[in-house]
Each structure stands twice: as structure tokens, then as C-alpha cells.
T-cell receptor, first 114, second 112 residues
Framework: AQTVTQSQPEMSVQEAETVTLSCTYDTSESDYYLFWYKQPPSRQMILVIRQEAYKQQNATENRFSVNFQKAAKSFSLKISDSQLGDAAMYFCAYIAGTASKLTFGTGTRLQVTL | EAGVAQSPRYKIIEKRQSVAFWCNPISGHATLYWYQQILGQGPKLLIQFQNNGVVDDSQLPKDRFSAERLKGVDSTLKIQPAKLEDSAVYLC??????????FGQGTRLTVV
């Protein structure tokens, strides 16, 4: 079965500090894409960052970066210089296989404190 | 470009009633997903379309849920009859092909 595991139900970070959210996945496919989505209370899912499995270089998007460890099937998200607006649910997800099935983890709730 | 459109935003119905949700994906996106998200949980895939064909509906409760995608564009998701446990947010998303999915704002369904 293809699964995504987020072992941290909740995380907290102080404003301007750095936080890392963990994600592991399991797929038998060799070609897949990994994503981190943010879901604020407004509930619309917003793409934060994506990583192609065939690329060794870790993706970066402004204050957001990933640590992609393909052999370990690990895909963590680092948020630098955290801001109050970063507070939300964060979901790790991936697309694999020719059917392009998008599978989500259970989410990590991030709180940002002053 | 216009995003994924969903309606309605909110719906309250009594159990055993029927309800329908509508989704208009981003133009040109062949893949359309319907997810159910119960409060505090991650989205669960209900059905996935590729153009107007069903790719995956293994987690769709077919005795009460149905979905269609007309002409490979708009899609409707119907629940009949609704149960209390169907209370959730229903998310529609679309993607081009094996790329990131773009989501609508969702419909919050409350069954009383």
C-alpha cells in the first residue's frame, strides 16, 4: 500500500525561528513527485513546495526548503524565519504511478508564537 | 488563470436527505479529484477522474455516493441519502498530469 506518515501531530515555533516538519512515505514506484501543502483555517489547500523524485537537489522556495532522502523515503520541510502567517495545517503528499493518484498524510498543525 | 471553482461553500441538510456538490476545474486539467476531509484528519480520496473516465473510486461508498464528470470538464458529487458521518469538507482538485494538484475552497457539509 502507498502511504504517507507524518509523525508530528502538532509543532510549535517562535516567530523568526526555524522549524522542521517530518514526513516519510512508502511507494513501490520509481517515478513520483512529492509535495507539501498548507491548509490555513480558511481550509483552501495551498501548494508550498514540490520535489521531483528523480532530482537529487533539494527544492527551495523562499523561506521553505526540503530535505529529500530518497533511499530513506524521507521528505521533511524546513521553514526558516517563521511568521505568524505560517500557522496552519501542513500536509505531505505525493503523486505516483501512471494513474497519478495523489496521497496525503495525516497532517501537522503548526503554531507560531510571539 | 482562474482557479478551481466549487459550490456551494456551505450546506446543512438533515440525515436521509440528498445533496450535490459542483466543481469546475482549471481549464486544460485532465485529472480531477474529489476528497473528503473530516475535521482534524487528512484528505481521503473519494474518486479520481482522468478526463471523463474513472481512474480510482475504491474508497467511494457507492451505495450512497455517486460522481460524474461531464464531457471531461465539470464534475458533480452526490450523496443520497446522507448520514451523520458524512459531515465533512469536500474538496475538489485538478491537475494537468502527474503535477501538483490545485484545490478549490471546499464545501463544508453538516448533516443534522
Amino acid at each position: 500500500a502507498q502511504t504517507v506518515t507524518q509523525s508530528q501531530p502538532e509543532m510549535s515555533v517562535q516567530e523568526a525561528e526555524t522549524v522542521t516538519l517530518s514526513c516519510t512515505y512508502d511507494t513501490s514506484e520509481s517515478d513520483y513527485y512529492l509535495f507539501w501543502y498548507k491548509q490555513p483555517p480558511s481550509r483552501q489547500m495551498i501548494l508550498v513546495i514540490r520535489q521531483e523524485a528523480y532530482k537529487q537537489q533539494n527544492a527551495t522556495e523562499n523561506r521553505f526548503s526540503v530535505n529529500f532522502q530518497k533511499a530513506a523515503k524521507s521528505f521533511s520541510l524546513k521553514i526558516s524565519d517563521s511568521q505568524l502567517g505560517d500557522a496552519a495545517m501542513y500536509f505531505c503528499a505525493y503523486i505516483a504511478g501512471t494513474a497519478s493518484k495523489l496521497t496525503f498524510g495525516t497532517g501537522t498543525r503548526l503554531q507560531v508564537t510571539l | 488563470e482562474a482557479g478551481v471553482a466549487q459550490s456551494p461553500r456551505y450546506k446543512i441538510i438533515e440525515k436521509r436527505q440528498s445533496v450535490a456538490f459542483w466543481c469546475n476545474p482549471i481549464s486544460g486539467h485532465a485529472t480531477l479529484y474529489w476528497y473528503q476531509q473530516i475535521l482534524g484528519q487528512g484528505p481521503k480520496l473519494l474518486i479520481q477522474f482522468q478526463n471523463n473516465g474513472v481512474v480510482d473510486d475504491s474508497q467511494l461508498p457507492k451505495d450512497r455516493f455517486s460522481a460524474e464528470r461531464l464531457k471531461g470538464v465539470d464534475s458533480t458529487l452526490k450523496i443520497q441519502p446522507a448520514k451523520l458521518e458524512d459531515s465533512a469538507v469536500y474538496l475538489c482538485a485538478s491537475s494537468f498530469y502527474r503535477t501538483e494538484a490545485f484545490f478549490g475552497q471546499g464545501t463544508r457539509l453538516t448533516v443534522v
